[in-house]
């Protein structure tokens, strides 16, 4: 739990403040654009691919859809992810993270190809992680058990902790209550290194808020955005739930979860 000095606090000493969040509606570039210079200590995101669903389509449909509901083609709007508008972004991230910190931008393997060497031109990276999923997925040829995470630090700064493997054996969520949610515990090891309680997380593309969930439960304040309005009601319905001491309605908590696999290690 973070700790702030308040003058009005208990004989004027620090009081212990609950880690705040804010979740936008709003597009990626926007927010981001609303955000101080140096004014986050870690990005997470997750951003939307289009790359590997345009290059990859399964009958008239495209992988992103939803094939039950009439009418509905998508699960959700897509980022336009050229090389421009990630360039973008990427400035826009760098921009906003202080020095000496770290940044996580998840990708798949062709979004990795093709867009991750602009994440080498505008940070140090550090490494790639495999997100093992445990069970597979989708997939034309080798059916896709793993996405990556590429780790990357603003300036210099070393992991807090020497004991994580590159390689993150999490089981993807099924049923998910959001078509494209994440295990809270995927977020939370990134976190694990790179966090100091206090400080501010950002990931402008929050999704249901699963990294909102690894921030607070780091006892970080969260900011994020999503574009969708769905996703944002999820994010905001989940963040309010844990501040009540109702922990998290999609998933159980994943406080103990930053320690290593021990299968990995
Ligand atoms: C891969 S999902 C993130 C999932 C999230 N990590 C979770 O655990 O729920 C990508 C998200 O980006 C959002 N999105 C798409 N285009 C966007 C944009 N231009 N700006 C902000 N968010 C966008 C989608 O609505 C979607 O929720």
Redesign the pocket.
């Known amino acids: 739990m973070a700790v702030v000095a308040r003058p009005g606090g208990a004989r004027g000493g620090a009081v212990p403040q609950p880690p705040s969040w804010r979740i936008e509606r709003?597009?990626?570039?926007d927010?981001l654009g609303s955000l101080d210079d140096h004014s986050v200590d870690c990005i997470v995101t997750?951003?939307?691919y289009s790359g590997m669903n345009q290059h990859m389509q399964f009958g008239h449909g495209r992988i992103v859809g939803r094939y039950g509901d009439p009418g509905n083609t998508r699960w959700?709007?897509?980022?336009h992810d050229d090389p421009e508008t990630f360039a973008h972004l990427l400035d826009e991230c760098h921009r906003v993270l202080r020095p000496d910190r770290h940044i996580y931008v998840m990708f798949d393997s062709y979004s990795l190809l093709s867009l991750g060497a602009l994440m080498r031109e505008r940070f140090q990276v550090k490494g790639v992680i495999v997100w093992d999923k445990v069970h597979i997925g989708m997939g034309h040829y080798f059916r896709r058990r793993h996405e990556l995470v590429v780790f990357a630090c603003k300036g210099r700064r070393r992991l807090a902790r020497r004991d994580l493997s590159d390689v993150w054996r999490i089981r993807r969520i099924h049923r998910s209550a959001?078509p494209?949610?994440?295990p809270v515990e995927l977020f939370s090891r990134m976190l694990a290194g790179s966090v100091e309680p206090g400080m501010r997380v950002c990931?402008?593309?929050?999704?249901?808020?699963?990294?909102a969930l690894a921030a607070l439960e780091a006892g970080c304040s969260f900011v994020g955005?999503?574009?969708?309005a769905a996703?944002v009601d999820l994010a905001r319905r989940r963040c309010t739930a844990w501040e009540a001491g109702d922990g998290d309605p999609l998933e159980r908590p994943a406080a103990a979860s930053a320690a290593p696999d021990p299968e990995l290690v």
């Open positions: 709003a597009d990626c570039l927010f997750d951003p939307a959700f709007q897509e980022f959001y494209t949610q994440k990931d402008p593309f929050c999704g249901s808020g699963s990294s955005a999503d574009i969708s996703a």
